[in-house]
């Protein structure tokens, strides 16, 4: 029978799982972060005047399998009371936190790589879904095309007042806005790691308690049962207090009764 405070933590951590899976589905917001299927898209504030185009964040629905795979295994572990096989709930989970982690953390090492791959995703993101938007920012900035001037551009025929490619001022306007995004998703896998690292702890610290109170009762009920059982053996029954048990002694010098003389003499033997 599983003990309240262990059914605590264990409900604790299969909360905190299915956070980390809400995390990943709403904090999506740059392309390319743990996954190749997010992306930001490239938007403008004014689409008529095209003067202040910006970078926005998208959030898509996107669910991680792993994720909820141990989430269902939690969850029915929680339901059948099982706690011998929390560790193969727990571990699946923080081995692929943990190497999401390691992946966002030298993807951040190198800032400017960093910057051009999520702006590539980017730019790739809006030349499928929304040409205009590419079309804006190669008005306004009189470039054509991404890392070259060929790299989908938005128009097909080429302009030949365009020197340059879109990257080097999309790099200088959006690269910090980009890079403080990987940080915060970074910071993120950050807490995950942390918080399941922290219930699962507390959960080996709970169950280690709960066991080890279990063991000081059994060995300080373990002498009331021993004497019991001594005292069942050494009790005589009613047939044996009624008997009467005569001893016969030898006859010895010492037992023996000796004639009293007058003034107190004994004979001499």
């Known amino acids: 029978m599983i003990s309240y405070t262990l059914r605590k933590w264990m409900f604790i951590i299969a909360l905190f799982s299915i956070t980390c899976i809400a995390a990943l589905l709403i904090i999506q917001v740059i392309c390319g972060s743990s996954s190749n299927n997010s992306a930001s898209v490239l ?3 004014n689409h008529h005047s095209s ?8 959030f898509q629905i996107q669910i991680e399998w792993l ?4 989430v269902i295994l939690y969850a029915t572990g929680l339901i059948i009371t099982s706690t011998a096989y929390i560790h193969w709930y727990f571990v699946p989970l923080a081995v692929f936190i943990g190497i999401q982690w390691m992946y966002s953390t030298f993807a951040l090492l190198d800032r400017e790589s960093y910057i051009k791959d999520q702006l590539q995703l980017s ?20 470039c054509q ?20 490619a879109c990257y080097p001022v999309l790099a200088e306007t959006f690269g910090s ?6 940080i915060g998703l970074w910071v993120v896998k950050v807490i ?12 080996i610290h709970t169950h280690h308690e709960f066991k080890q109170n279990d063991q000081e009762r059994g060995i300080i009920q373990l002498p009331e049962h021993d004497t019991d059982m001594e005292e069942e053996l050494y009790t005589d029954t009613e047939d044996e207090d009624d008997a009467a048990t005569i001893v016969v002694l030898p006859s010895t010098p010492v037992n023996e009764k000796q004639p009293i003389l007058h003034d107190g003499e004994y004979p001499l033997l």
């Open 51 to 58: 003067q202040s185009i910006e970078i926005m964040p998208s």
């Open 177 to 182: 806005t980009i890079f403080i995004w990987g």
């Open 145 to 164: 095309g991404f890392s070259t001037i060929l790299d989908d551009p938005a128009f097909n025929s080429f302009d030949e007042n365009v020197d340059d």
């Open 192 to 203: 995950q790691i942390i918080g399941l690292m922290a219930c699962y702890a507390l959960y």
């Open 123 to 142: 730019w790739q993101a809006a030349y499928k879904d929304n040409v205009s938007i590419l079309e804006n920012i190669q008005n306004q900035w009189h």
């Open 67 to 70: 994720h909820l795979s141990v």
């Open 43 to 45: 938007d403008q504030q």
